[in-house]
Nanobody, 131 residues
């Protein structure tokens, strides 16, 4: 069964850290780009980071640049998002996604934080940052 499962969310205070994981099962992540997205209540989904399959290259939205770090471990079939210096505005449900069908970002040094470029999503994990 193909799955993407996020974990690591929780409640943290302003300035704290969390480490989110996106674990794939039923397929290997090796050749797939992975994106991280988040959605706050009443707001649109926001792309925050991605990592390509080869090289690999990374990209961060301005809102998280310098605070979040994305990495991948193809042996563990997992992508991790380390989040530091968390702010209340980081609160939301965090999702990872991949282009499972192998589109434009399959086995390339490119990735994207445009949600329409991904066709397979995890169920999300809640992150809440209190002030």
């Amino acid at each position: 069964q193909v799955q993407l499962v996020e974990s690591g969310g929780g409640l943290v205070q302003l300035g704290g850290s969390l480490r989110l994981s996106c674990e794939a099962s039923g397929f290997t992540l090796d050749y797939h780009a992975i994106g991280w997205f988040r959605q706050a209540p009443g707001k649109e989904r926001e792309g925050i980071s991605c990592i390509s399959s080869s090289d690999p290259n990374t990209y961060y939205a301005d809102s998280v640049k310098g605070r979040f770090t994305i990495s991948r471990d193809n042996v563990k079939n997992t992508v991790t998002l380390q989040m530091n210096s968390l702010k209340p505005e980081d609160t939301g449900v965090y999702y990872c996604a991949t282009d499972l069908k192998g589109g434009s970002y399959y086995y390339t040094s490119l990735c994207t934080i445009i949600s329409a470029d991904y066709d397979y999503w995890g169920q999300g994990t809640q992150v809440t940052v209190s002030s």
